[in-house]
């Protein structure tokens, strides 16, 4: 679809990119800027039915992409398909799409999708567990041509927010505990994804959520009306700005401010997106960050999702219209507005005088740079035939695989009878919770009973409390600790056979009984079962070490300052903890039973505590 001829000068790719910025922006009419400012959803299951009313009438060109795909062929025809409706439209302006994470294990409409036919690697927690910017680096590389190949040119991501409060639902997709650290993999990150140089061939960063969203009062997520207060009792505020200092130096494209709103601090008590001295004089005068500044979704009008009304994340200015709400964001810097197609609110406020025309061509001129940087004027489709080659690959699977093995955390390692827990030898009768016999592979033979058995295996998650059906379900929040009922249970197993336990660690559970009755405890940050199965047969081995503290008890979680980082009394296993494990036949290294050993590169992670 690259035109036949260059009619206009923002046609013709020989010219500088500003050059053509400013002959496409003396062309837009004010509708036309509008609906770039907004960066809608489209449902991939709902085909481009939705895109035919946002695309030619309401002239939103930036998609959110909703929904996971069972083939990148059919999501790459799908984007062109939208595309073409662009092409037909006004001045041909093509569509960028976006996506919140999609290449690990989190389900979540409102902040990740399944992997599909992408290449499947751990959360970032994981990623925080091995502290190898390299491996980071090729992660986001894959991310990037998978993310090509299918037509998305935006990551909603990656999120740097420093998770400090170990009951917020969001801290998967964190770097973890340490801001440092964050901040040492947060370059890498981007570079994976935009290249050396911003181009044709990268996919834009919007790095989130500013100024990070990590201390939630009580870990309650804004999202919702109950989790709009971010709070900072230590008084904490600069470490969480650590890992956004760096994203800007490292050369992010963009960036999307949180919901929250902060309470006892020297800012104004309103939700970041419309927090002028935030954007304005920290993000942009102070930071130095000069690209776009895009609001989380939902900030001026109530939505419905999945059939339930929620309010506009717009704490702290609830009294106010839509309208004033729009206003007040692009006074405070917003470039776009996220997740909302009013733009009707937009054009009104132009004609009332109550907004310049101006006001628009400044973030207009942004969004319009981005586009044509990322060669979509000259390429805005994508081989569709090739799609399913391209994603997904083998190269890309094992390397996901890899990473996954990788980031495992060995917690403890018990001897039974003078011999350590793992790994495991052939020839024992295991029973099985989460994985199956076929996991394992040949050598181990599955029984019914943990009275049957030589061993037991379970795999658990980190507990959490249901806050309300639906998408509030998604969130998982709350209490870390498991319920009595459930410890007795495990420990009974624990009791009747040496049992190796295998946790989800999403955040940051409450475990001390675990890890006293267990034979062996593992973490992961997201893995499949044979990924385990690996790991306790010593067929691979575990290099990751916690990316936080585990907390002793939900009193002491509940003690803690939620913008300070360690600050539980008296954790289970401090940040950084980490046993080892021999590969197969390899007596030589360490301790089988479970030396330290430090992370890759300069000390190990306990030297990044306060």
């Excluded at 994804?193 to 919007?206: I, K, N, P, Y």
């Excluded at 969480?240 to 994203?247: D, E, G, S, T, V």
């Excluded at 800012?267 to 005068?285: C, D, M, S």
């Excluded at 994603?391 to 094992?398: E, K, L």
Aim: proline residues 7%; glycine residues 10%; aromatic residues 8%.
């Amino acid at each position: 679809m690259t035109p036949a001829t260059t009619r206009y000068p923002y046609q013709d790719a020989a010219l500088p990119v500003g050059q053509r910025v400013q002959d496409l922006l003396s062309r837009l009419s004010l509708e036309d800027k509008a609906g770039l400012m907004f960066h809608g959803a489209l449902p991939f299951a709902l085909g481009t039915g939705p895109a035919e009313e946002l695309i030619r009438e309401r002239r939103i060109n930036h998609f959110n992409i909703i929904g996971a795909a069972t083939q990148a062929r059919e999501l790459a025809e799908w984007h062109n398909s939208i595309q073409r409706i662009a092409a037909e439209t006004g001045w041909g302006i093509p569509v960028t799409l976006s996506t919140d994470p999609r290449h690990a294990y989190t389900d979540n409409p409102g902040t990740g999708a399944l992997a599909g036919p992408f290449s499947q690697w751990p959360e970032a927690l994981g990623f925080a567990a091995v502290g190898d910017p390299d491996a980071v680096e090729e992660f986001a590389d894959v991310a990037r041509q998978e993310y090509r190949a299918v037509g998305i040119r935006a990551a909603l991501h990656p999120q740097v927010d420093v998770f400090t409060e170990p009951r917020w639902s969001r801290g998967a997709a964190t770097f973890g505990e340490s801001a440092e650290l964050a901040a040492d993999l947060v370059g890498a990150y981007v570079r994976g994804f935009q290249g050396e140089t911003f181009g044709a061939e990268s996919v834009s960063t919007m790095t989130k959520h500013f100024p990070g969203g990590g201390p939630q009062l009580n870990g309650e997520d804004p999202h919702f009306s109950y989790g709009r207060e971010q709070v900072y009792p230590g008084g904490n505020f600069d470490y969480h700005l650590l890992p956004f200092r760096a994203a800007v130096d490292a050369g992010t494209r963009q960036v999307m401010p949180y919901y929250g709103m902060p309470v006892g601090t020297e800012y104004e008590e309103v939700g970041f997106a419309f927090n002028k001295r935030i954007l304005t004089e920290l993000l942009r005068e102070e930071l130095g960050f000069g690209g776009i500044v895009c609001s989380d979704w939902g900030i001026l009008t109530d939505g419905d999702i999945f059939g339930r009304v929620f309010p506009a994340r717009a704490w702290g200015v609830e009294h106010l219209t839509p309208e004033e709400r729009l206003l007040k964001a692009l006074d405070a810097g917003v470039d776009q507005i996220g997740g909302e197609s009013c733009v009707e609110l937009m054009t009104g406020a132009v004609r009332a005088g109550k907004l310049s025309e101006d006001r628009l061509d400044v973030s207009v001129r942004k969004l319009l740079e981005e586009k044509f940087l990322l060669g979509l004027f000259e390429n805005p489709l994508v081989d569709a035939a090739a799609a399913d080659t391209s994603v997904g690959t083998p190269q890309f699977r094992a390397a996901g695989r890899a990473m996954q093995r990788r980031s495992y955390t060995l917690l403890t390692n018990k001897d039974v009878d003078g011999v350590p827990t793992l790994p495991l030898t052939e020839g024992a009768r295991v029973y099985l919770e989460g994985l199956t016999a076929g996991d394992l592979g040949p050598g181990f033979i599955a029984v019914p009973t943990p009275e049957a058995a030589d061993l037991a295996i379970l795999r658990l998650r980190t507990p959490f409390e249901v806050r309300g059906e639906g998408f509030e379900s998604f969130f998982h929040c709350g209490n870390l600790a498991f319920a009595p009922e459930e410890i007795e249970r495990v420990t009974a197993i624990c009791q009747a056979v040496p049992t190796v336990i295998d946790i989800n660690l999403e955040r940051p559970a409450v475990l001390p009984e675990l890890a006293e009755h267990a034979a062996a405890l593992l973490a992961n940050y997201g893995s499949d079962a044979d990924a385990l199965a690996d790991i306790i047969t010593g067929r691979a081995v575990p290099e990751g070490r916690l990316p936080f503290d585990l907390p002793r008890s939900m009193a002491a979680v509940e003690a803690s300052r939620e913008d300070m980082p360690f600050d539980t009394e008296d954790p289970v296993f401090r940040y950084g903890h980490g046993l080892s494990l021999p590969a197969a036949g390899d007596a030589a290294f360490g301790d089988a039973a479970g030396a330290r050993v430090p992370l890759p590169g300069a000390g190990p992670m306990a030297g990044r505590r306060p």
